[in-house]
């Protein structure tokens, strides 16, 4: 396909004749699609992407739930005759969207375009660790020797060499990092195995696609780092789409940010001891400097002792002891550093020590040069471990980054989403990556929300910090999740919230309770929709991309409205920025990132357009304050109720009409 396509006359060019052929009542998805639904908003949509698809323009799209965004904006994208590179959310998303949705578009379009999926390396098996690392690993410890095997075993007949594949080990098993590469350990091309590399593979396939299908994180750490190797994709691009738009900030902040981990530090002191044994055996200075960095490393571990969780980087340092021994940790790298860098050019193994080194110490430098008071361009924060700390220093804002990024490239650039407004406007996230030229289009949910739900307000008589709030609010949603006969999820703000609460209910004998961190979030998600009465319980991984559809679901619960802890390091700095520009910290950032995560949680219950159900937000300050007209305008349109009885009998009215229907 041509970088800069050309119109072809015979095609379909005409926006609304396009629309028509393909979305209408009677177009080609009505006549190949069992399930199809005419929605006018899927065609706006489609439309509005095909524009700026041919005039190399921004564009920012809040689709709501039902209307089919994906079909919308990969059906001008195959038919642009363009280089696409779409990004999605997750490697779940991005499965769905290779394995199933691509193939159904292409069947129907028949349309000659080639496709990829390309991950990061974490997901491929490296050939030369399994054949060089893993054997060590086996003979130290005989529960990974096992699933090694699993893998050697699979090894010899894989084509995509994808750890998804093997099925009979979880992705997230620590057998993984033993048989996969990191930026780090990776040879590049002086790997004895490159010409078999699974990632090089993927890569190359990326490169010669028509449209190529990512995830978030590989995009950010290629922007982040410019070595994760899908970066040289971009430069051949004409459009990249980013669905799940509204992670990207968050997303952006945390792939910009300089993170040094004790992990890090302790693997690069025992790969230079390997280093030095193939390359450099006549040094006797390394190793030397090897236990003191082991040292300076657990050290400082020490010194953190007692401390778990997030905190500022300039209430750690002013504990003498943690200063005293940070300055250490950061001598000790100096003098590894020093030692090893004139031994880079002893082979493939010290070089790669001597750059791991470099990003080390830079990443001290941020911290050790940083204070509260001398920069608002960088947070600089510690996160504590029971066996690791992680040192961060987080850039204030993004969309600078983001910007210069983009401008680098001749692309259109699409951001979708179904929440991405905050009271009908899309200023928060324009802002927040720069997008200020970008058009922007709204579309509402096709479905009949005001028919098929409800949102119930309970009174509970006490405030949100009260310390015997979450027994009020399973106290006042019992009566509902009884009548229900279980079909619900509770959507808490806080790990304690959640713990209290399954407490609570755990003697319950009416539904099967599920609760967040018992079993795999997957695992729990599929006994949920196969469980007839079930409750699940779960904190802000459940509040998005979970979707379950028909009887399983009919009521979802808020505990609070989902506020980010204002103690958190990188939040409080953020919102110390702000006052110091003179602006409200509350309204211009607390507010509008509460109200896109509550319509996340919201956006649970309707996935479909048979679906109904109820929503039930506990916290009292929707209707006592005055911010809270702001989360009600940026939901669905519902009818409310503060009444139980209510609820309960719109519950009952819909399950009989639709045992009805289905029978």
């Not at 997030?310 to 340092?317: A, C, G, I, L, S």
């Not at 307000?457 to 006490?462: K, M, S």
């Not at 506990?618 to 702001?630: E, F, I, S």
């Not at 519902?638 to 639709?658: Q, V």
């Amino acid at each position: 396909m041509s970088n800069h396509p050309m119109s072809d006359s015979k095609e379909l060019d005409s926006v609304e004749i396009f629309s028509e052929t393909i979305f209408s009542e009677k177009g080609l998805l009505s006549e190949n699609l069992e399930n199809f639904r005419h929605r006018p908003q899927q065609q706006d949509m489609s439309n509005a992407v095909d524009t700026a698809l041919k005039n190399y323009s921004q564009l920012i799209v809040e689709a709501g739930t039902g209307v089919g965004k994906t079909f919308a904006y990969l059906i001008p994208a195959l038919r642009s005759k363009q280089k696409v590179v779409i990004s999605t959310g997750t490697k779940h998303l991005q499965d769905q969207l290779y394995f199933k949705d691509l193939p159904a578009i292409l069947k129907i379009l028949k349309l000659p375009v080639k496709t990829a999926l390309l991950k990061g390396r974490a997901n491929y098996l490296c050939l030369h660790r399994l054949e060089h690392h893993a054997p060590s690993v086996q003979m130290h410890n005989r529960q990974l020797s096992k699933k090694i095997n699993i893998i050697k075993e699979w090894s010899q007949f894989t084509k995509s060499g994808e750890i998804a594949e093997v099925t009979a080990i979880f992705e997230n098993d620590s057998v993984w990092p033993n048989v996969t590469s990191t930026i780090d350990n990776c040879l590049g091309a002086e790997c004895p195995s490159y010409d078999k590399c699974h990632v090089v593979k993927a890569r190359q396939k990326a490169q010669q696609a028509d449209v190529v299908i990512i995830n978030h994180h590989l995009f950010f750490a290629d922007l982040a780092l410019k070595i994760e190797g899908f970066g040289e994709l971009l430069p051949s691009a004409n459009a990249v789409i980013f669905d799940e738009a509204h992670q990207l900030p968050e997303l952006a902040s945390a792939f910009l940010a300089s993170s040094t981990t004790s992990r890090q530090m302790n693997d690069l002191s025992n790969d230079v001891r390997v280093a030095q044994i193939e390359e450099a055996s006549g040094v006797k200075e390394v190793q030397p400097v090897v236990d003191v960095l082991l040292k300076a490393v657990a050290d400082f571990q020490l010194a953190l002792s007692g401390k778990n969780g997030r905190f500022p980087w300039y209430e750690m340092v002013s504990v003498s002891k943690i200063e005293d021994q940070f300055d250490k940790l950061c001598n000790a790298v100096y003098q590894l550093s020093e030692v090893i860098t004139p031994l880079g050019d002893r082979g493939k193994l010290m070089t790669k020590c001597v750059e791991r080194c470099e990003r080390i110490e830079q990443g001290l430098h941020l911290l050790s040069e940083g204070n509260a008071d001398s920069s608002n361009e960088r947070i600089n924060w510690l996160e504590c471990f029971d066996k690791g700390f992680k040192l961060h220093s987080t850039p204030l804002i993004v969309a600078d980054s983001f910007q210069e990024f983009m401008r680098q490239y001749k692309c259109s650039w699409i951001f979708t989403s179904a929440t991405l407004t905050v009271n009908a406007k899309f200023d928060h996230f324009q802002q927040q990556l720069g997008l200020v030229d970008a058009e922007t289009l709204m579309l509402d949910s096709p479905y009949d929300y005001q028919n098929n739900t409800r949102l119930y307000l309970p009174v509970l008589g006490v405030e949100p910090n009260d310390r015997n709030y979450t027994h009020k609010v399973v106290d006042a949603v019992l009566p509902l999740l009884e009548a229900n006969q279980g079909r619900a999820f509770l959507l808490f703000t806080s790990h304690r919230a959640l713990r209290i609460a399954a407490s609570y209910l755990a003697d319950h004998k009416d539904f099967t309770l599920l609760v967040q961190g018992d079993s795999p979030r997957r695992e729990l998600l599929s006994i949920f929709s196969k469980t007839d009465h079930a409750v699940l319980l779960g904190t802000s991984s459940f509040w998005e991309g979970v979707d379950i559809r028909g009887e399983a679901l009919s009521i979802v619960v808020i505990d609070k409205l989902p506020f980010a802890a204002p103690d958190d390091p990188v939040l409080s700095g953020r919102l110390q920025a702000l006052r110091q520009t003179g602006e409200n910290p509350f309204m211009t950032y607390q507010l509008p990132q509460a109200v896109i995560a509550l319509k996340q949680g919201v956006g649970r219950l309707i996935r479909d357009e048979e679906d109904y159900g109820v929503v039930v937000i506990c916290d009292p300050r929707v209707l006592t304050k005055p911010y809270g007209k702001t989360f009600i305008n940026s939901l669905p349109n519902m009818l409310r109720t503060s009444s139980l009885d209510d609820a309960i009998n719109f519950l009952e009215l819909r399950e009989s009409e639709y045992e009805t229907v289905s029978h």
